[in-house]
């Protein structure tokens, strides 16, 4: 007697299953599953997805406005910390600025917590020589390894590939290694020697090695064993902390200047979401966002909480070029470990859907990490239109992948289907 389905934080791209098949969305199938019982669905959200927000204005969802946090608590002051300012006047020190310095400093003095967000783990992205250039890549896949210091080891993200931390560059083999950028390992030894009477803690996926050790960080934070919390995306996911009274976004511009056409409403998102753990209870909370891009369009719509100027303006350029939610996407993702028989692939393909959908076809194109695992990869993207036939859609790609499946060359190329590709 299913009367009621709750999709909380319903815009969080990890409700969408990319691999392996089936190939779904999560908040997608709650809506199927709902419409066959007769049921009510509620997506909550405090920064919906634009594809719920676009049915809305369609008038094809209702739209409930909470205009108040939970006790009547303010929502927090935001701070834009401009990092290039920061460094002219010599005022930032290791990875942070003087203001979030000036807001840790206070708010440890008065007994409340602190949270430092950034998306990036391990110690540093990666180690480059400074006199010839050199820099550890993954034999298997076209990346750099992560340094892990507590590790001690260099780490390819992708496929698991690790070996120890190289001091000396092999390469000249007279200058030592620097690390380049930082990761949350590196933020919680930064923030430990300027504060070293603080409790620090580290949440993300190499902390977090089981549910009991996931438990056990939250629990020493919500307890206040814990002073400062350092973390990946994993601590914006909803959590109800108290004492929280300043948080850190210590560097936006990674947010911002992703390749994707959906970057600006996921920097959105996520700055929205870590800010909402500032001031929970009695205490007004700040937020203090580090970028060296401060007048950029998604900073100033952060800063003022304003999601309905954001969400006019992205879908006002998705309508312009027809991306979603005015269109479905396709993506065909295509994998060889034989780089020019791959290349042949994919424009043979290209060109056999191209005569079936013309203009809407775009690709063949290398993904930023355009190699994994040892399998080259290249992308393929379809857009087809609202109010046109999926159906039609589906039976002409099957169309042009037969005309595929039919040239004997190409049988060791891999292709996955993704549609709604996040």
């Known amino acids: 007697k299913l009367g009621l389905v709750v999709v909380d934080e319903e815009h969080d791209s990890s409700y969408k299953q990319s691999e392996p098949n089936p190939r779904y969305n999560g908040r997608d199938a709650a809506i199927v599953l709902a419409t066959m019982h007769d049921a009510k669905v509620v997506l909550g959200s405090a920064t919906p997805s634009l594809e719920s927000y676009a049915n809305h204005l369609s008038g094809k969802y209702a739209y409930a406005l909470l205009t108040e946090r939970y006790g009547g608590v303010e929502m927090p002051d935001i701070i834009i910390s401009d990092t290039v300012r920061n460094v002219k006047r010599n005022e930032r020190k290791l990875h942070f600025n003087k203001e979030l310095l000036d807001g840790i400093a206070e708010r440890l003095e008065c007994n409340e917590q602190v949270i430092l967000f950034q998306n990036r783990r391990g110690y540093s992205p ?76 580290r949440l993300d996926r190499d902390t977090v090695t089981s549910e009991s050790a996931y438990n056990r960080i939250i629990h020493a934070f919500e307890s206040g064993q814990t002073d400062i919390l350092v973390g990946t995306q994993m601590i914006t996911k909803g959590f109800d902390f108290g004492r929280v009274a300043v948080v850190g976004v210590l560097n936006a511009d990674n947010l911002l200047f992703s390749p994707d056409f959906r970057s600006s409403e996921r920097a959105f998102q996520l700055m ?21 891009e401060p007048d950029n369009p998604v900073i100033g719509w952060v800063s003022r909480g304003d999601y309905d100027t954001m969400a006019r303006c992205e879908l006002a350029d998705r309508h312009a070029f027809s991306y979603p939610p005015y269109s479905r996407l396709f993506q065909l993702t295509m994998r060889c470990d034989d780089l020019t028989l791959l290349r042949q692939g994919a424009l043979f393909l290209a060109d056999a859907m191209r005569a079936k959908f013309g203009r ?63």
Not at 141 to 161: D, E, I, P
Not at 275 to 292: F, K, P
Not at 391 to 415: D, S
């Open 126 to 201: 990666y180690m480059e020589c400074p006199s010839c250039g050199w820099s550890a890549r993954c034999p298997h896949c076209n990346v750099t390894l992560s340094a892990h210091q507590q590790k001690g080891r260099m780490v390819c993200h992708y496929c698991g590939y690790n070996e120890p931390i190289q001091r000396y560059c092999p390469n000249c083999k007279t200058t030592e290694l620097k690390p380049m950028g930082f990761g949350t390992e590196r933020v919680e030894e930064a923030i430990s020697s300027l504060f070293p009477d603080a409790r620090v803690a």
């Open 360 to 422: 809407r076809v775009a690709g063949p194109v290398a993904p930023p990490i355009d190699k994994i695992r040892g399998q080259y990869i290249v992308r393929i993207m379809l857009k087809i239109e609202n109010g046109r036939s999926m159906a039609r859609a589906r039976e002409l790609l099957r169309e042009a992948l037969a005309q595929f499946g039919a040239e004997k060359e190409f049988k060791t190329i891999n292709i996955a289907i993704d549609v709604d590709a996040q």
């Open 272 to 292: 929205t979401q870590v800010a909402g753990r500032a001031g929970r209870r009695e205490s007004e909370g700040v937020v203090i966002i580090q970028t060296s």
